[in-house]
Nanobody, 124 residues
């Protein structure tokens, strides 16, 4: 079992930055990838990006490329989502998720472990 706790959400003006953290505990050595997703009410959960725990490689959804950066501190079992040049449309609840199997890392249904989510609100 893996437990995930996000932090760092809040209110920011458009053009600003926020850094979200995802602290993992439990069977962290089994984690393959850590993904970030976001969701607004009434819409499906949207893929943001993921990082490979073994190689540190990252992949982002197109709207986030160049603005969002995922990094990790393996010693602290923490993954970060640095969000720059935030837009009003980035407003959502952001979730981190972990998977310990191979398979698509952009599909939310591939992730068995989820954090509770943290609200990000970008004002105009």
């Amino acid at each position: 079992q893996v437990q995930l706790v996000e932090s760092g959400g809040g209110l920011v003006q458009a053009g600003g930055s926020l850094r979200l953290s995802c602290a993992a505990s439990g069977s962290t050595v089994t984690i393959y990838d850590v993904g970030w997703f976001r969701q607004v009410p009434g819409k499906e959960r949207e893929f943001v990006g993921f990082i490979s725990r073994a190689y540190g490689a990252t992949y982002y959804a197109e709207p986030m490329k160049g603005r969002f950066t995922i990094s990790m501190d393996n010693a602290q079992n923490t993954v970060y989502l640095q969000m720059n040049s935030l837009r009003v449309e980035d407003t959502a609840v952001y979730y981190c998720a972990a998977k310990n199997t191979a398979g698509s890392s952009i599909r939310s249904d591939q992730y068995p472990y989820w954090g509770q989510g943290t609200q990000v609100t970008v004002s105009s």
